[in-house]
Nanobody, 123 residues
Framework: QVQLVESGGGLVQAGGSLRLSCAAS????????MGWFRQAPGKERDIIAA????????YYADSVKGRFTISRDNAKNTVYLQMNSLKLEDTAVYYCAADAGGWGTSRYEYNYWGQGTQVTVSS
């Protein structure tokens, strides 16, 4: 069992930056691939970034490539999402998730989810 708690969301102006954190409970954090998803009102929950167990392999959705960076610190049981050059369309609830099978791009591959943190980008 893994419990995930996101933090770092908030209100930011377009062009600004935020860093999201996701703290995981348990001793087996390094055995999970991790992903960040987001869901805007009325839309599907889509993956935006993922990272392998050892942090070497990273995936980004086209919509955030070059602006967002996913990283992890296995010693701290934490995964991060650095978000730069934020746009209005980045407004959503952001979720972190853990994948026991490695990492993937489908939400159905992920076993554990955090409660989400709201990110609102204003003009």
């Amino acid at each position: 069992q893994v419990q995930l708690v996101e933090s770092g969301g908030g209100l930011v102006q377009a062009g600004g930056s935020l860093r999201l954190s996701c703290a995981a409970s348990g001793r087996t954090f390094s055995s999970y691939g991790m992903g960040w998803f987001r869901q805007a009102p009325g839309k599907e929950r889509d993956i935006i970034a993922a990272i392998s167990r050892n942090g070497i392999t990273r995936y980004y959705a086209d919509s955030v490539k070059g602006r967002f960076t996913i990283s992890r610190d296995n010693a701290k049981n934490t995964v991060y999402l650095q978000m730069n050059s934020l746009k209005l369309e980045d407004t959503a609830v952001y979720y972190c998730a853990a994948d026991a099978g490695g990492w993937g791009t489908s939400r159905y591959e992920y076993n554990y989810w955090g409660q989400g943190t709201q990110v609102t980008v204003s003009s």
